[in-house]
């Protein structure tokens, strides 16, 4: 390990590297949150040869520039490079073309484990590292800035030298199980889209949080105050105010003095006050509006989206009024995106005042385009099986739903359930629970659909085996879901149901990916941006004036982004707002 305090220090390690072909590359900063955080250093090299830059430095910055170009000529390994390309980009510093990724190599060879830098070098290289938490940053009478120094360096270097060595151990893995096209071709190549995503972020209108926030603030107290009334009305006399917030107050009142029957228990034994135990208490009490559990319901709803969305939003929006959320690729095991600070997926779409997403709004000058698929997974369905009626259905652009409520013999809700949750691996018990039938009913439902699509049966069978046989699930692109509890027959059950499921979804999830990829160069031209991607969706930023060429980028791209036995359809539509007007 090498500290570069010099000019000449920086270019004798460039031209000592000038031979490798791949290096690693780390950078410290003062915390996780790309927005705030400071850069402390500057790691690169192999696990022979590394070197550190310390943050603040003397070197000019042009001739930093002009070095980590040189340098960065070569392939670069990053672990979880979409932090580290921020980072460098925040800095005013080159941005490497070719990356590779051991954070996503990990969990493309097994999404089942942790994907951390240290975790990895722990279980894979066998080696203990420092967390970061134990590198010393503070100067006190035995530790000098040298010191500091010294210890970040040979912390940073150690990271560089783990990532390369993880970047060799993960590579023949992925080659072993013909994961690398998938990794190089569909993983590597939607990260910068998700880097330059975050980076962009969305804009909130905070004025409206702030008086959605003061309108529940205000009807939650009377909410509160109404609800309180009525219980008293049924309590003995002298009972107190309830904290409508807390689930044991509730269990009291739901369950001692409105002596409701409990749907359910918890696993400590206690009677459930949750969201299902709430329902099925006013379905099977056939409560009204006015009642006390209805309006709980109401109050509980109204409380979670105030402190979730109304006020968070408002305070993470900060004096920019706009959410940079990240982005994660490795986050599920389905291969779909998921997002945190805030976590997009979660934000829920209402059609009444509360509606959060009316609270995102596009910058001065654009306008949202809202693209996404229609009935992705059904049309992926048709795709894997071949079923000759539900292909011909889609070719023809019939109507999918109405043509099982035909074979069904039953309403288009009932065969909008029967369609969509057999995809989710749903047997007879779960469909008769969702419709509130008898389980003899939703098995004539089901045998009735496989009449009409025999060729469904069979792909869901086959997909089962298969899995079952080979411990994993294989997406259109090739990459997998591995069932590590295959080992034990206990779990068999479960991973028969999520086997279909997970070959579905993940294919969607992989599409969608291939479409970004896709969209990004053809909408920078315009000046148009991808700034949320959700299951089968995507928010684009696009200046008032291309709005429409924008929409012919969208349908031609996402409609042809992979090709498929069945038609893909996007529906777009505009807005002001993040609201299907």
Known sequence: MQIIKTEKELKDSVKKLQKEEIIACDTETSGLDIKVAKIEGIGYGTNKHTFFISFPHTIPHEIL?????????????????????QVLFHNNLPVPRKIQDTMIMSWMVDENTLHGLKFLARHVLNRQPKHWTEVNRQIDLFTTEE??????AEYCCNDVINTYDLYFHFLPLLKKEGLDIAYER?????????????????????????????????ELFELEKEINKKI?????????SINLRSPKQLQEILY????YKAPKETEKGTKSTDVESLQEIIRVNKLEEGDIVPMLMKFRDLDKVNSTYFAALSKQAGLTSIIHCNFKQHGTRTGRLSSSDPNMQNIPSRNDEWNVRQAFIPREGYKFLMADYSQLELRILAHFSLDENMVHTFKTGGDIHAETMKAINSNRHTAKTINFGLVYGMGPRSLAQDLHIKEEDAKRYINRFFDKYHQVK???DRTQVQTLHNGYVEMI?????HFTEIADRKWWNMIARQAVNTKIQGSAADLVKVAMIKLYPLLKKIDAHILVQIHDEVIVEVPIDKV??????????????????????????????WVKE
């Open 65 to 85: 520039v002009e070095q980590f170009n040189l340098l960065f000529e070569k392939t670069v390994i990053f672990h979880n490079a979409k932090y580290d390309i």
């Open 147 to 152: 010191d500091i120094m010294l210890g970040l």
């Open 186 to 218: 569909v993983e590597l190549k939607v990260l910068p889209v998700l880097c330059r995503m975050e980076m962009r972020g969305i804009k909130v209108d905070v004025n409206w949080l702030n008086e959605r926030n003061k309108k529940a603030d205000k």
């Open 232 to 240: 008293k009305e049924k309590a003995p006399e002298g009972y107190p």
């Open 256 to 259: 001692n003095i409105l002596n």
């Open 458 to 460: 069979y792909f869901i």
């Open 477 to 481: 692109t090739g990459r997998r879901r």
């Open 548 to 577: 429409e060429e924008a929409k012919e980028i969208l349908r031609e791209t996402m409609e042809h982004a992979l090709e498929f036995e069945v038609p893909m359809v996007v529906n777009i539509t505009e807005g002001e707002r």
